[in-house]
Nanobody, 116 residues
Framework: QVQMVESGGGWVQTGGSLRLSCAAS????????MAWYRQSPGKQREFVAS???????NYAKSVKGRFTISRDRAKNTMYLQMNRLKPEDTAAYYC??????????WGQGTQVTVSS
């Protein structure tokens, strides 16, 4: 089993910045992919960014150039630096981990609110 805990959400004005963290604990394997997803009320959960265990990254078009995903493998922690935030970035942000085996692991979510 793997436990995922997010932190760092909050309220910010348009154009501001926030940094999210996600700490994984438990049976975390050496090779895995970690990612951020987000979900707004009434919308489906959507992909934001991902990073592999060798730091290959991918971003949704809507956040590319504004958000940066990174990870500290020694700490099993992933980060999302969010700059130039927009009201449409308002959502609950969830961290995700996929490794060998059928299970997907999700955090409980952290709320990000961007005011106009």
């Amino acid at each position: 089993q793997v436990q995922m805990v997010e932190s760092g959400g909050g309220w910010v004005q348009t154009g501001g910045s926030l940094r999210l963290s996600c700490a994984a604990s438990g049976s975390v394997e050496r090779f895995n992919v970690m990612a951020w997803y987000r979900q707004s009320p009434g919308k489906q959960r959507e992909f934001v960014a991902s990073i592999s265990s060798v730091s290959i990254t991918n971003y949704a078009k809507s956040v590319k150039g504004r958000f940066t995903i990174s990870r500290d493998r020694a700490k099993n922690t992933m980060y999302l630096q969010m700059n130039r935030l927009k009201p449409e970035d308002t959502a609950a942000y969830y961290c995700y981990l996929k490794q060998s085996g059928p299970d997907d692991y999700w955090g409980q979510g952290t709320q990000v609110t961007v005011s106009s």
